[in-house]
């Protein structure tokens, strides 16, 4: 089979994937009910929707501003607040698990402040451990709530082994920090052991000469590194209260759990490398309100709030990414 022809039964089973999940989504979610929940949104609670996400931004942009800063000082924070939707207008429309718009990251370090491409992905990848550490703090949370808010009932086994893997996956930034801290080098190692398939290519030079920065960044900016971490944790502490919130305007009733439980299983969602988790999303926070006995239809206008909300944020992003490349 052609390399044509493999890439177009890829694009199809994709096609026929987001098309099953959408189908499942709304098969049971009639769209006058999904019209009559959003319709009875006010410009006050929209505009108090956009206010706490951009709060959730900012924060999120600080955990890399303060990395950023430890070594070099003459770099703001606002300009950064832009670059970072840029890279996550590129993360959230590529395919994969809301990854992909790092190397938007690095560029923008290299070329605005003049770090070098090594201390720039040192930066990025301080970043994203940090992010993974904290997603992994609040999603263990999470799938203790799933279960104490009855999410899953009746089949409690099945459901905790198919997660200890995700756990052990989730685990992994906190042991690759502790390592980084004590002077070890995992990626480094991993690297080395297949230079001898992809021979001595630059990106892996790179990439090694980074994970050496960020353990020097641990051992000497160990302050900044626990401060980015609590900024991170302030971040996930607003998505959960705008979620909500968003929930509340809705009519939907949910207590701390039950919030907790249905913001993880949105986060969940986002792991499959699907663009913008279409489908994955919406089946998610269906199947949430099902578990809690409330109708799909308010699962979808959820879903299609958070949605409007993530691609005013991603169409913004793509406009700073055009500009600053016209620069």
């Known amino acids: 089979m052609s390399t044509s022809a493999r890439r177009m039964l890829t694009r199809l089973g994709w096609f026929v994937l987001l098309g099953g999940l959408l189908w ?18 006010t410009l006050a609670q929209l505009v108090s929707i956009l206010i706490l996400d951009g709060i959730a931004l900012v924060l999120v942009t600080m955990r890399w501003w303060i990395i950023v800063r430890a070594e070099s000082r003459s770099v703001p924070l606002l300009p950064l607040i ?19 718009g790092e190397p938007l990251q690095v560029h923008y370090l290299q070329r605005h402040y003049g ?21 992994f703090i609040f999603l263990g949370i999470g799938l203790y709530a799933i ?3 009855g999410i899953f009932s009746g089949n409690e086994i099945k459901v905790t082994l198919g997660l200890v893997p995700l756990t052990v996956l989730l685990l992994w930034p906190l042991v690759h920090l502790s390592l980084l ?8 190692a991993l690297l080395g052991a297949t230079q001898a398939r992809f021979g001595h290519r630059k990106w892996i030079r790179l990439l090694m000469v980074s994970e050496r920065l960020s353990a020097s960044f641990c051992r000497r900016h160990l302050k900044m590194l626990l401060l980015s971490l609590g900024g991170s944790l302030l971040s996930w502490l607003t998505m959960a209260f705008e979620y909500n919130l968003m929930a509340g305007f809705l009519h ?18 986002f792991l499959l490398p699907v663009p913008a988790g279409l489908g994955t999303l919406e089946l998610s926070q269906v199947l949430v309100m099902r578990a809690l006995g409330l109708p799909d239809a308010l699962g979808i206008s959820l879903s299609l709030l958070m949605r409007a909300r993530d691609l ?8 700073v990414a055009g500009r600053t490349f016209n620069l």
């Open 24 to 41: 499942l989504a709304l098969q049971h979610a009639p769209l006058t009910d999904i019209w009559a929940s959003l319709r009875q949104l």
């Open 82 to 100: 832009g670059y970072r939707m840029a890279a996550f207008a590129l993360s959230y429309f590529t395919f994969g698990p809301q990854v992909g």
């Open 115 to 135: 770090l070098s491409y090594a201390r720039s992905t040192c930066a990025v990848i301080m970043d994203k451990l940090i992010e993974f550490l904290t997603n």
């Open 147 to 149: 279960f104490r808010a």
């Open 181 to 188: 801290y004590n002077g070890r080098f995992p990626l480094s």
């Open 252 to 269: 939907i009733s949910l207590d701390f759990w039950q919030t907790l439980a249905a913001l993880t299983a949105l986060q969940l969602s």
């Open 312 to 319: 005013f944020n991603g169409g913004i992003g793509i406009l």
